[in-house]
């Protein structure tokens, strides 16, 4: 892993992978969690690590990471010990932001029960853990199967479109994407009263949204908003993109009067 030659790092963390997979005792890897963890730090290695780390299982890595980050010196402190495995992950993220694309897949793989911590994470001070929570949100999300399960993600995730970081309001914008036709209409609420970053974020959101929405009301309800968005300079580009989605009479007429439709 520490070798001058990039294929060679990157073949040596594919097979630590692969041996990994095999392994009986995942207890008996920890000495070469370190390693894995430095390779983060490298793009041709990265994505073979993360793959190791993850066959070990998330407690195990988590358990050796805070050891790791409190060798770095006395400001990390441990959470209380009934913290949850997630909770502790992303408490992990905001000392070594290297550690934020494992996270990322980490607390996809844990599901269900990283959703209240990254939720909660969606609101940290911390940078990198708004930008881990964002992005974990698109892979805790699938997990459930019934939207009343997914519902209490609509805020926290709508309240990211605000954030003033681009990546974070990316990863909410995805997220929102796996939230459905239940997330169109708070959309449409946010794309014609939200603060500018949102309403940006909100058009951008139902391009994806609008082509798999079934509900007729719904949709006239989004082309209506969509058209008067046309009226605004910063959301004109983005809000023209959402109507071409719709395929309506009335959004491509609305798209000729603007002239941007032929």
Not at 216 to 241: G, S
């Amino acid at each position: 892993l520490g070798d001058e030659d990039e294929e060679i790092r990157e073949a040596s963390a594919m097979t630590l992978g692969a041996c990994l997979r095999r392994a009986h005792e995942p207890e008996d890897c920890s000495i070469i969690i370190a390693p894995l963890v430095a390779a983060m730090n490298d793009r041709h290695a990265a994505p073979a690590a993360r793959g190791a780390l993850l066959a070990i299982g998330v407690d195990v890595v988590v358990r050796e990471l805070e050891k790791l980050v409190a060798g770095d010196g006395p400001r990390y402190s441990l959470l209380h010990p009934d913290s949850s495995t997630a909770e502790r992950l992303l408490h992990l993220v905001a000392e070594r932001e290297e550690i934020g694309g494992y996270a990322v897949f980490a607390l996809g793989k844990l599901g269900p029960r990283a959703l209240d911590p990254a939720l909660e994470g969606l609101r940290s001070e911390d940078l990198a853990v708004r930008r881990t929570s964002a992005e974990a949100m698109q892979l805790i999300l699938p997990k459930f199967r019934t939207d009343r399960n997914r519902m209490k993600a609509f805020e926290p995730l709508f309240a990211a479109l605000s954030d003033p970081d681009r990546k974070v309001r990316g990863g909410a914008r995805y997220a929102v994407w796996k939230l459905g036709e239940p997330a169109l209409k708070p959309l449409i609420t946010k794309l014609e009263t939200g603060e500018p970053r949102s309403r940006e974020e909100a058009a951008i959101a139902m391009q994806n949204i609008l082509p798999k929405t079934r509900d007729r009301k719904l949709l006239a309800a989004a082309e209506e908003a969509l058209i008067r968005a046309l009226d605004h300079e910063q959301l004109r580009p983005y809000a023209a993109e959402a109507l071409k989605r719709i395929d309506s009479e009335g959004a491509k007429k609305a798209l000729r009067e603007a002239g941007i439709m032929p």
